[in-house]
Structures are given as C-alpha cells and as structure tokens.
C-alpha cells in the first residue's frame, strides 16, 4: 500500500493517540477502586501537551519531503466531513450518559459510572472516542475517495 | 507535464490530481476549469459524467 504523506501523518496521529490514552486509561480504569477521584488538573494538561509535542514531532517529519504543506479544496472537504462523524460520536455517547443520569438505576453496579474519577474518565473516552472517529474517517475518505 | 508541476499550477495537491485521475475525487468547478486552461481544452475533454 502507498500512503500519502498526509496519510502518513494521520496513521502516525491516531498511533500516538491511541498508544497515549491506551496506557493512560488502561491504568485509570483498573485503578477507579483504589482512587475514584479524578485525576489531578495538572496530569491532564501533561497528557495532553505530550500527545500534542508528539504530533508536532510527526508532522515535522511527514512533511519534511512534502513541498506542498497548505490543504487544498479535498483536504478541507475530507476534514469537513471527518468533524460532522467525529460529532455524532461525541453527541451519541454525550446523549447515552445523559439517559443513564436520567434513569440511574442501568449500571450502578459499575464503579466507572458512579464514583468522580469514573465519570470524569468516562468523559474523557468520550472525546478521546471522537477523536479517533476523526482520525479514522479522514483515512477512510484518502483511501476509498467520493 | 508532471502530476506535480499540474497540482502547482492548478493549485492543489499531487495527490489532489492522482485522485482525480483516479477517479477517486470530482473537482470543484473552479479546478476543473484550471486544469482545461492548463491543456487547452474545453472541460468536455477532459470530464465526462457517469
């Protein structure tokens, strides 16, 4: 398979992503018994400068060899459509909590939906979610095209 | 002429033109017209609809 260099970027950015907030949910949600509140405000931003620094570093690279750096009318229509699907993601699982606080008798039994840390995690798999679903889109439409 | 030397002077991506020649992309208007300015011919030539 020949990937563009944009194409590149996007892999790269989803694999930082999902290495990043995979080991870093992977040790909050098997540790929500032993602490249940959130997370520090300070090792968010950590997280979410590094992901950042990290991207930076990647785009560097991809398009170290790429003349042509600025978006054209594809790229921004890719992008475009990619946000609208990253949306939906993000409104679904918004609109699936929303019920369960309306109801709050589904998953009492799950730590992750009643304690601080658990919902505030949860939030953040929300975006983390919508993210990915922006990531993945726009490789979707690079490779299959309209 | 070269994808890239199109794409520069069009004003897209070489990837852009790839995808079109590919038929994995329909350009806007405003491109289809540059790139029949770019080889003389009426936008007939060079696109057709399916």
Request: glycine residues 4%; proline residues 4%; hydrophobic residues 50%.
């Amino acid at each position: 398979m020949d990937f563009s260099y944009k194409e590149k970027g996007l892999i790269a950015s989803l694999g930082v992503t999902l290495l990043v907030f995979g080991w870093y949910f992977y040790g909050s949600f098997t540790n929500l018994k032993l602490s249940p509140e959130p997370p520090g405000f300070v090792e968010i931003i950590i997280l979410i400068v590094l992901i950042a620094v990290l991207e930076s570093i990647i785009q560097v690279f991809v398009s170290f060899k790429n003349k042509s750096q600025l978006a054209d009318e594809r790229d921004k229509l890719i992008e475009k459509i990619s946000y609208r699907y990253s949306y939906w993601v993000l409104s679904a699982c918004i609109w699936f909590f929303m019920v369960h606080i309306l109801l709050n008798t589904w998953f009492d039994h799950l730590p992750i939906l009643t304690t601080p840390g658990g919902v505030f995690h949860l939030l953040l798999l929300f975006f983390v979610l919508a993210e990915v679903t922006h990531f993945l889109t726009q490789l979707y439409y690079y490779r299959k095209g309209f | 002429m070269s994808q890239q030397t199109l794409a520069e002077k069009v004003g897209v991506t070489r990837q852009t033109i790839i995808a079109i020649e590919k038929d994995k992309y329909s350009p806007s208007l405003e491109v289809a017209f540059r790139i029949c300015n770019e080889f003389s011919v009426p936008l007939e030539a060079a696109f057709n609809y399916k």
